[in-house]
């Protein structure tokens, strides 16, 4: 497919109602546009794919990208399709490579399809179908969970890393060389009102963590001493969230994980570290 035809996919899909929610037939998100080769192999590495992991791939085509992350990468994996005829291929090529008790492909719905259990998932899906998947990869992955997306960034996500380099295969599937790959990592739910407890020489009473979120940005403040002090180079990264506070003078780096209605880690600055944490 050339570049030209994928965006004349990519603007009909735009122009269909979103129904697939109540639709009982599978969506067809798009036409079939493998990844080649070297891509998926790169796409594995950027997501650190190892033997602990189990991928999902939306929309995986004749199943490249779950047979290498089991045969060359150790890992687990499905495949989700609605081609009928694509599945049955990867099924039966995972049966000829011997990886068949690792990969899996299924006839499915990627919009309907349970992806809880991925720890890295990846798609090469037009640009409309991966935004229309925004919300569902917040609700249903959990923090850390690796997302890669080849081609197309998900709007409102800042991408952990970014790779953009040129390749001939390319050419005959957009009409371009030019690759993009976008790795992102589902955030905690950090948004919301904190009552944290820090050392004694930052605070002898509780704090008050102000925290607003906007998907992978965090920013906020701390009600110390009376005074509303900002959270500086605020960060979160899947569970990790970390910022520095400037106190009494002195600026002092916090590290903490999220889970749930708690943040517990650690305080450092004045040449002491210490424990913090935080209550929703």
């Avoid at 090469?124 to 935004?131: A, D, G, H, I």
């Avoid at 790779?163 to 790795?183: N, P, W």
Wanted: glycine share 8%.
């Amino acid at each position: 497919m050339n570049f030209r035809a994928l965006h004349a996919a990519a603007l009909c899909l735009a122009l269909v109602p979103c129904v697939h929610a109540a639709d009982k037939a599978p969506v067809d998100a798009g036409p079939y546009v493998p990844s080649p080769s070297s891509v998926v192999a790169d796409m594995l590495t950027l997501a650190e794919v190892g033997p602990k992991d189990f991928v999902i791939d939306l929309g995986s085509g004749d199943g490249r990208i779950v047979l290498t992350a089991a045969k060359v990468f150790g890992a687990r994996g499905l495949g989700v399709e609605i081609k009928e005829k694509l599945v049955k291929e990867a099924n039966d090529a995972a049966r000829l490579q011997g990886v068949a008790d690792r990969a899996s492909f299924t006839v499915q719905d990627l919009f309907k399809t349970d992806i809880s259990k991925a720890t890295v998932l990846t798609m090469y899906l037009l640009p409309n179908t991966v935004n229309m998947l925004k919300d569902k990869l917040l609700a249903e992955l959990n923090p850390g969970t690796r997302i890669i997306s080849h081609d197309y960034p998900l709007a409102g996500w800042i991408p952990e890393q970014y790779r953009q380099f040129d390749l001939e295969d390319k050419v005959a599937i957009t009409g371009v060389t030019t690759t993009l790959i976008y790795l992102y990592v589902v955030p905690a739910r950090a948004e919301g009102t904190w009552s944290a407890k820090l050392p004694a020489n930052l605070s002898k009473d509780p704090v008050r963590l102000n925290l607003r979120q906007q998907i992978t940005r965090v920013s906020g403040s701390a009600r110390v001493g009376g005074k509303d002090v900002l959270l500086e180079e605020a960060k979160l990264r899947g569970e990790r969230f970390t910022f520095k506070l400037a106190v009494g003078g002195k600026t002092y780096d916090f590290a903490g994980t999220v889970k749930g209605q708690t943040i517990e880690g650690s305080v450092e600055g004045g040449g002491t570290k210490a424990a913090w944490s935080a209550l929703k």
